[in-house]
């Protein structure tokens, strides 16, 4: 069966919009997203948001998994980990629009959200 | 009694909106979605819900349940379900508005959402 | 006591506004409503919520509630109840704008949500 | 220790606010209010809330407290608390916008809401 | 290990922004603020949140940990603590905007919520 | 089909238990109850929670249902719902164990919960 | 009608119990009590749950709202409070079991629970 | 790699339990159950609970996900998939207890939940 | 007013038991408990529970919360703050039972709760 | 400061009981759990909850943290995660009792919970 024709390799793999006629909104919502903090060499954790409207192409969500799977390991703030994720998305796919939100745990006692879209509005 | 005048075939039946002066809204809320994955097969599950605003006819309940159940052994991908209950919720009925929003389990830990309006804004 | 001085066969009762001068919100939030499905004889259940901004008349609390009550063996449609029970708001106090909402309990799996407003927007 | 400074007489004591350059919001929340229904002399409960955005004077939050209370004997209907309360804040303090909140417990089985706002929008 | 290459003395430090190109929104929540009631000398419990678009400069999350402890021995009222946060974070980054919320707990039976905004909009 | 050998008038229906073998427990949940005060002739409102562990038969869900609704019209006590569905489900089956509980929604602002168990402990 | 036949001037009625062969449970819950503070003369408030088995007779539960709001202008301890109300209720109706529960609001930051039983166990 | 080493065909596969010498619980929630109602041929849905202590063998999970699935076109009454589940079960792998819970969807308001357990009390 | 009557320099102060003939159960929660890491010199916080059954004499509710600010300066492990507790409510007043839970917030992703009883079961 | 002398290296440290006299529990509760699945090489997330009362020596909080960090590169089964923490705290500390249970994300629609326990019952 073809689950393996898309990328596990950590890029972002994609699929041709079948309804590039319409404006439509698709949202994944990763709560297992796990990276690690470059001062302390710590884990650190959170849920990672994607919305965004296709343009001519969707993202894969199987390879979306393990493109975000490919920051385990790596060191890295959460102001980037956002930042990076939608480059990544729009360098991907062009999307219409697109946000990515991350939802930090507790460090210190203070959570963190950061939250960026493209374009600019 | 007549509870048996509407489509039971899994196509949409409708009845004659008795309140056409008026815009309002009606909304759906099918938590008991479930489809077929084409590329694993395994099945899907999820919360599809429909909001519109009727013209001349709205949607007769009965018969959405049963056009729902229509799915259940069709191979579709999620953002193939939203678009495709929408095109067919706008074939059947016309409405002023309408929007076809789908919550799907998650898969590989990641959840899915996928929101479609006609017509478009 | 004037516990009595009220309706309580069904109509919508009213008081005059002693706040004319200011366009202020009244809701209320009836969880108890029940109605019979006319196509199956099957009772219904929901919760009608009522927003409105009075002009020269507020409505009275205990008459609403028998107001409601009055539907308790009457045989309508979703669709229908929400409607009906706005062009009785209007007809007995001409607010300046209310909204009606209907949540009725899942039948077939499937909730429903019917919403209408006065005026139109 | 000056805990004594402020009104404990029911009536909204003020102290200046020094940031008046800046148009922030002050929100109190008071669930325990209670007041008495004055057709049917039985108690009625519910929760106060104030936002508001002061001028030259904030509210004093434990005069509020007492002034709130003052309410306890007095027999009074929802539409009038939240808008007597309104009015008192708004000759006490002049703010620049301020919005009553009323959320009273279910009486016959209904909840109900009254909002009101100075100026009017 | 850099862990200590930020500020731990109660000054908001803060680092180059490595994405100014685009408007993006960093939100922390801090649950355990404390100061002290200037009139009782009672501690006072709340929840800050800042929310921010950065210009040049983000603020650095520990920094922020000791400066919020900073006013653990300080006696201060609810609108201060929300007006001086702002006036300090915009004094070390400049931000393109910024919003402080302090939810402070009950008190005689009241709780209360300080939002402030800069710039003005 | 045989949707409909079963009963439809209010009485319980039952089938035989397929593993009579083992003690295993039943339960259904019943949020749709409404029976009339006898002293007010106001409606009440509650969710039926029946408990069981059968012996020979169990009971048709179905027949249970219109049973149920056999109370809409009937002034009736809390405590004497409880009880009665209680015996009348002893009658129907003669379970090993049996438990019915009413939670009754606010009247005066007080709720109600009445439970009992056959046979006695 | 004979809504007025019991007690409404802050005594507990009672009615004969129908079924007394059966060891069955009786629960009401009062969120909306509230006292005075002896020591400050400041309200109390709080929800009173009454938890009994009863013998001979049932305690009516209109009666019941009258014998709460008793406390109403009662300067009263939350210890004592949860006691009196088991001790009134013993002598009203001699049940088999019965509890007593205040869960009261935060005073100073801290709620306060109260429990007592009839028998001791 | 192994992920295929285990059953995909409706049977309960198992692998050597590595601790034998402690009574210890293992749960499995699986909130996508669904099979059909023998009755009238309409889909049911619930969550399976699974709860066992393992003796020489432990249920594989993909093989038990598979085992579920198998239900999805069988007509079968909500006591009988409780009961079958656990046999299935027990046949399987012999645990020392085992208990299973089905918890249904309302169907005609009424929601139902099974519960069955190995060996009897 | 007698509200000075009771200690505020952070002893547990008592009053006579009102009814020692009874074995009831007072509990004071108290969620703005804070003390200092003894390790890192940062604050702690968490919620304090007590659950008691007086025997003699009660713990007097605003002397509790003046001994639980006592906490705020000094450096204490969780272990010892609810040992701590117990042994000073135990030196107190005596009680007949009593039971300290202190629930800690996350520290390096890990929330603690420790729990002492006395006396020993 | 002595933040560092207590082990980092993925070792259960501890430190000496100040209360032997007195049996009580202590709880951690750690949701940033993260493993590998030997057969799919996937991460695995969960909850890992450790329930103990110290005889001589209670575990250091921070040394735990690291302890389970060292799972995060490593391929293990739910069941074994569970019952090798276990066995390392009970090497450790030689508690007097401890439980250890592991809340595992959802896998194919499926969640899991390992509970283990140290002494057998």
């Given at each position: 069966m073809g689950?393996?024709?898309?990328?596990?390799d950590g890029t972002i793999d994609s699929f041709e919009n079948q309804h590039p006629g319409r404006d439509?909104?698709?949202r994944?919502?990763?709560?297992?997203?796990?990276s690690v903090c470059p001062m302390t060499g710590q884990p650190d954790f959170g849920?990672?948001?994607?919305?965004?409207?296709?343009e001519a192409r969707c993202i894969e969500l199987r390879s979306f998994?393990?493109?975000l799977q490919s920051f385990r390991e790596r060191g890295i703030f959460y102001e980037d980990v956002v930042n990076v994720i939608l480059d990544d998305v729009v360098a991907a796919i062009a999307?219409?629009?697109?946000?990515?939100?991350g939802d930090?745990?507790?460090?210190?006692?203070?959570?963190a959200r950061v939250t960026?879209?493209?374009?600019q509005a």
């Open positions: 689950a393996n024709e898309f990328a596990t439509y909104e698709i994944f919502d990763a709560p297992e997203f796990t849920t990672i948001t994607l919305v965004y409207v296709p998994k393990f493109y999307p219409r629009r697109a946000t990515v939100t930090f745990h507790a460090r210190g006692g203070i959570t960026a879209t493209h374009p």
